[in-house]
């Protein structure tokens, strides 16, 4: 029991030693912040800039994810850095003068490694955060389709073809040559043509 209060006495203090007493009262705002977003009193995106790139400052390499999620990570990493740093000042009993100027130097570096552990996490994170992609009609090149018109030639026919996700669309698609496609004939969409927006097909159906 005397130990354990013991560590968390000697915790509180590293906490509120300097520097990590700077991002101390920094990382209780953060948690306070995502608490409020988890129970829905706050939204995490109304402080977030959709075209953030980071800059070329601090921040610089941030860019592609939420700019609250950036700065948390950044106050999360360089507390713990801070706290490592006030930890070991405290050990060597230096003289105020030193504990200052060794300090400064301390929150030099948690900074550095703070950034440094923030980019690690967030180079990762850009592709679940990144811009979803375009729908495109060439996503459908490749896909099977649904004949559902009574025939296809060269300037006439449609086909009824799924996305990937699930969904169905009508197209317009073409037959190079002759063939014998019609209503129900299932075929593959293998060549889109932009200018004329249609579909190039071949039958799937033995």
Not at 17 to 30: E, H, N, R, T, Y
């Amino acid at each position: 029991m005397g130990e354990g209060t013991t560590a968390m006495g000697g915790f509180v203090t590293a906490a509120l030693g300097f520097p990590a007493v700077l991002f101390s009262f920094l990382l209780i705002v953060v948690i306070g912040y995502w608490l409020l977003a988890l129970l829905g009193a706050v939204d995490a995106g109304d402080f977030d800039t959709g075209d953030f790139d980071g800059g070329d400052g601090l921040l610089a390499g941030f860019g592609g994810v939420p700019l609250s999620l950036s700065l948390s990570l950044l106050i999360a990493f360089t507390w713990f850095a801070s706290l490592a740093g006030t930890v070991l000042l405290d050990d060597l009993e230096l003289s105020t003068p030193s504990r200052i100027g060794f300090g400064a130097g301390v929150l030099v570096v948690a900074l550095v490694l703070g950034t440094l552990g923030t980019r690690v996490i967030v180079v990762p994170l850009r592709r679940v955060f990144g811009p979803a992609k375009e729908p495109s009609r060439r996503d459908f090149v490749g896909r099977a389709a649904v004949i559902r018109t009574s025939s296809v030639t060269h300037d006439f026919g449609q086909a009824e073809a799924t996305a990937a996700d699930g969904s169905s669309a009508i197209v317009d698609v073409r037959q190079a040559g002759q063939g014998n496609l019609t209503a129900g004939s299932r075929v593959v969409l293998y060549d889109y043509d932009s200018e004329g927006e249609f579909f190039w097909v071949e039958s799937l159906d033995l």
